[in-house]
DNA sequence: TTGCTCCTCACGTCACGTGAGGTGGC
DNA sequence: TTGCTCCTCACGTCACGTGAGGTGGC
């Protein structure tokens, strides 16, 4: 049985445009079963219609190009399902970002921004740590987080060490400006730990800092971000240095965003008063 | 007060990388309140802050730039609350469209595809119909279904015209190939209707068929259309002309997809029998 | 023979990212 | 003075879409 499915025929099969089949083939991701030698005319296997398919329902959800020829090349149906599953827990995820910033959107729409007032000043002294250090990608950020804290947590109550005060993160502005860059996490600690996995001894330098509470989840920190880079650039306050986080109350206590409490620090000179 | 965040600052104040920031300049959607003449150096206002989260936001929700700036520019607060609530709408769209690429997706993978056994032929003789023509985009063919059926609907039943038959679709290859072409819905018809609004006296003309019957929602009908093209290539029976559809049982019937019918036509040349 | 289908470039779109190569500011 | 910040091109990326200009097939 021949190819009998012209390009258009094809189109009209499987509700692809031209541009499209053309594009699948020029990458080798949907190749035609015969190209005329003389006219370079495309013909389709009726069978190849189900790979179109499958290409078509990935498009749909986003996945790119490259994973679905790596999908369609997958050898074992183990392989198959751990991209596909993969691809879906990612959707699963840009949906709870979706969500997450129509709330946002609502809040920043509706509220007024969080008072000025609520910023504080402190001077920040020199404190023995238990930290894991990396340079992350932004996007990535939570994720690392919620790694890190449960490696930290776990790491130094097996050596018996009891934490001297809430968790922290110092955040280098590389990983702002561009969406890449080093990030700490540490505990405080009353003694040094023994180097484990990521988790290594550290002193967490001094600072002054400018300080506000961002209360719920991380969705809308920019906000309280944005909130404190006011009241320090309009009182010329700055300082280089990288912004820190304190998590007062966060998802190491309690399940609902709405509990938790982030102390953010922006680093300032600070006059002798 | 001067304008005293520098690039760096602000994108730390924003979480917006530097190459965001420089491009929403280049474009004019969020120019700095600043720039300095000999160095070209940018200087943010701390009060742009806000239009800054504006912009992440709507980012973040895939508004394009060109909206978000006629969102900015929007004079009035009703404005704003229409540019809004129409992207929400569309991002519902989307949410609902992705979550029924991931259920059809599901059947593509988990079933067997519809038996080539469930395809008849028939003869399909020339019709009266009330009928709405349009050139169309594919992706708003659902859209304008809806809109146009109603129309058909209400127009006879206000002309005490009766439905002769289940209602009809007749759609051009172009409307696959290029995303864009004619189209036309209609209802048979005992007797001419009088035009009024998009709806006119049509002719459906005669036609022989390969038809399958879809059932369920219209997300997955591209299998039924696969299915029914395999059948067709691989007899070689194909013949040139628009495809039609036959609403059997349709959201006019039912509010729950799984009760739709919809049979699928596709041209063929018909031998004696 | 006449449309119609199909072909291949080459370029555009969208929202930035990625360097290269250079300069100002503390 | 030395890094560091910041600057401007120019080009790349991703998944196609948009013509232009031309040719094969019924």
Known sequence: MAAPLSIGDFSRATHMSL????HYHRLGLLVPEVIDPGTGYRRYGANQIRDAQVISRFRQLGMPLAEIRALLEAPTLQGRQRLITGHLDR???TMHQTAAAVASLRDLLAGPPPATAEVTHRSQPETLAAGISDVLDLALASVWYQGAIGELLATIAAQGVAPAGPPGGIYDGDLFARERGPATLFI????????AGRVRTEVVPAAELAVIVHRGGHDGIDRSYGALAEHVASRALAVEGPTR???LAGRHNSADPAD?????GWPIFRTGA
Chains 1, 2 share one sequence.
């Open 19 to 22: 541009k499209a089949l053309r």
């Open 245 to 247: 986080e304190y998590y």
């Open 91 to 93: 959707l699963e995820g």
């Open 188 to 195: 405080p600690v009353d003694r040094e730990v023994i180097p």
């Open 260 to 264: 938790w409490r982030t102390e953010i």
